[in-house]
């Protein structure tokens, strides 16, 4: 069976179920089994991998890179990069699936190595709308927002408020990709290369 950095991702796995063992079989040719979600209906999916309505994870995007990262990761930081990406957004099914990625956990790992960082509460005013803006400015009464525009709304606030004023607000925060993440994409560009393309 292959568990080489079974550790990383699949240590909740219990590698005694005969439906883990298929999955595993189906991987035992990769350099390590991509991540397997504990609510996949694991029997499903290998039916579906058999008569061809599910796919495997390409081999290619099971191959760590030096930085101890997979092509997975990659694809998140460019995501991050496009500046749309915040803690509400949610990891797409394809970081699991076609990239054999926990996308939660991947999103802790990239930043704990430095690659990216989660913006805060007053640099991720620009997620909110006006009117949750002028909200906040109302709550603190400050004055003369009511005919501004969301720009010069989020300019005010910055000025007026603290970081630990605005942070109990508002839940939602951006990341931003920091410049060795920057560096990674472009050591590293065929993940991006291969990727379906569409506008974030």
């Given at each position: 069976?292959?568990?080489?950095?079974?550790?990383?991702?699949?240590?909740?796995?219990?590698l005694s179920d005969p439906e883990v063992k298929a999955v595993f079989k189906l991987y035992q040719d990769y350099a390590e089994v991509p991540y397997i979600s504990p609510e996949r209906d694991l029997e499903k999916w290998v039916?579906?991998?058999?008569?061809?309505?599910?796919?495997?994870?390409?081999?290619?995007?099971?191959i760590r890179?030096?930085?101890?990262?997979?092509p997975?990761?990659?694809?998140l930081l460019w995501r991050i990069n496009f500046g749309?990406?915040?803690?509400?957004?949610?990891?797409?099914?394809?970081?699991?699936?076609?990239?054999?990625?926990?996308?939660?956990?991947?999103?802790?790992?990239?930043?704990?190595k430095g690659y990216a960082n989660e913006l805060s509460a007053s640099d991720s005013l620009p997620y909110l709308n006006a009117a949750q803006l002028k909200a906040i400015l109302k709550q603190y009464e400050i004055v003369g927002y009511s005919k501004l525009k969301k720009p010069e709304l989020m300019e005010l606030a910055k000025k007026q408020l603290t970081?630990?004023?605005?942070?109990?607000?508002?839940?939602i925060r951006g990341y931003k990709i920091t410049p060795s993440g920057e560096?990674?994409?472009?050591?590293?560009?065929?993940?991006v290369e291969h990727h379906p393309k569409k506008k974030y």
């Amino acid at each position: 069976m292959n568990t080489t950095n079974i550790d990383k991702q699949n240590s909740h796995l219990d590698l005694s179920d005969p439906e883990v063992k298929a999955v595993f079989k189906l991987y035992q040719d990769y350099a390590e089994v991509p991540y397997i979600s504990p609510e996949r209906d694991l029997e499903k999916w290998v039916t579906g991998v058999s008569i061809g309505s599910e796919k495997l994870v390409p081999k290619r995007n099971m191959i760590r890179y030096d930085e101890g990262l997979l092509p997975g990761h990659l694809i998140l930081l460019w995501r991050i990069n496009f500046g749309t990406f915040t803690n509400t957004s949610g990891c797409p099914k394809y970081f699991e699936y076609d990239y054999g990625i926990n996308g939660a956990q991947a999103l802790d790992e990239i930043q704990e190595k430095g690659y990216a960082n989660e913006l805060s509460a007053s640099d991720s005013l620009p997620y909110l709308n006006a009117a949750q803006l002028k909200a906040i400015l109302k709550q603190y009464e400050i004055v003369g927002y009511s005919k501004l525009k969301k720009p010069e709304l989020m300019e005010l606030a910055k000025k007026q408020l603290t970081e630990e004023q605005l942070a109990p607000h508002f839940k939602i925060r951006g990341y931003k990709i920091t410049p060795s993440g920057e560096e990674l994409l472009l050591t590293y560009p065929e993940p991006v290369e291969h990727h379906p393309k569409k506008k974030y």
